[in-house]
């Protein structure tokens, strides 16, 4: 797993994780069909990820389809860093 995954997964589970939950998720858990990720949480964590990256992620490109799994989001933010 690259860095970038890897925070990316660590940010979900400090953020979005209870301390008690041991649900175990990885680079491939669905994180909003899932229920991990509401669409609140989706909001802060794309601007996590524009601070983090300086990056401008579009709302459009921002949808429940792109923030699904640790992946999914990786391979958005690398759209943008490279854009």
Known sequence: ???QKKMIL???IAEYLE????QEIDCDTELISG???DSF???SLKRFLEKKYSIQIPDADASP???DSVNKISDLVD????A
């Open 1 to 3: 797993m690259d860095d």
């Open 35 to 37: 229920g991990i990720v």
């Open 65 to 67: 389809e792109a923030f």
């Open 19 to 22: 301390e008690d939950d041991d």
């Open 79 to 82: 759209r943008f860093k490279n």
């Open 10 to 12: 660590e940010y979900v």
């Open 41 to 43: 949480s989706m909001v």
